[in-house]
């Protein structure tokens, strides 16, 4: 059963950062990219960022472009976000989400999330 | 990055039928066929269920089928039941800016 588990989510101040964590199960993590999505309080879908399979390419959404940095340790299974210079509109509930065909790259039909995790908060507050 | 257009709400009696539009446009939905639907129940992970267009993920049931027109994708659930009364999200490669975008999301209501 492929698992993603999502952690390091909080309260954090404007201007602070935070470091979130994805650790996967079950599946060769080494031959997917990886996405994160988040969702704002009452607000839709927002996809934030994407992680080629070898963590070679990284791409962001231009609201988060400069400040979060995507990056992953293929010998951990994990997937990680560091969100730096954090805001009041980062305030969300962050993804994690698998894609779902191996070896692809921006550009070459990328499907997010045939895997979702359960999502971690973060709230930016003062 | 502009978020691709979706109804706000849909909505279909038991047994009948919803759609629900998705429209981009050139450099986006009419401009690749790398476009993607999700089911997103409130407080759980969002669920694909339609990939491609028009393909559906294995255990998704054929209920549920997307089509595409030009600069507009469409997903349409037939036989709705009272489980299918979720927000419902478009997404698609955004080729002019090499990234990935959703739609605004549609809350579907089964009446």
């Known amino acids: 059963q492929v698992q993603l588990v999502e952690s390091g989510g909080g309260v954090v101040q404007p201007g602070g950062s935070l470091r979130l964590s994805c650790v996967t199960s079950?599946?060769?993590?080494?031959?997917?990219?990886m996405h994160w999505v988040r969702q704002a309080p009452g607000k839709g879908l927002e996809w934030v960022s994407f992680i080629r399979f070898d963590g070679n390419n990284n791409y962001y959404a231009d609201s988060v472009k400069g400040r979060f940095t995507i990056s992953r340790d293929n010998s951990k299974n994990t997937l990680y976000l560091q969100m730096n210079s954090l805001r009041a509109e980062d305030t969300a509930v962050y993804y994690c989400?698998?894609?779902?065909?191996?070896?692809?790259?921006?550009?070459?039909?990328?499907?997010?999330?045939?895997?979702w995790g359960q999502g971690t908060l973060v709230t930016v507050s003062s | 990055q502009s978020a691709l257009t979706q109804p706000p709400s849909a909505s279909g009696s038991p047994g009948q039928s919803a759609t629900i539009s998705c429209t981009g446009t050139?450099?986006?939905?009419?401009?690749?066929?790398?476009v993607s639907w999700y089911q997103h129940h409130p407080g759980k992970a969002p669920k694909l269920i339609i990939y491609d267009v028009y393909k559906r993920p294995s255990g998704v049931p054929d209920r549920f089928s997307g089509s595409k027109s030009g600069n507009t994708a469409s997903l349409t659930v037939s036989g709705l039941q009272a489980g299918d009364e979720a927000d419902y999200y478009c997404s698609s490669y955004a080729g002019s800016n090499n990234c990935m975008v959703f739609g605004g999301g549609t809350k579907l209501t089964v009446l």
């Open positions: 079950e599946f060769t993590f080494r031959t997917y990219g």
């Open positions: 050139s450099s986006d939905v009419g401009g690749n066929n790398y």
């Open positions: 989400a698998k894609d779902m065909f191996p070896w692809r790259d921006m550009g070459q039909g990328l499907i997010i999330g045939d895997y």
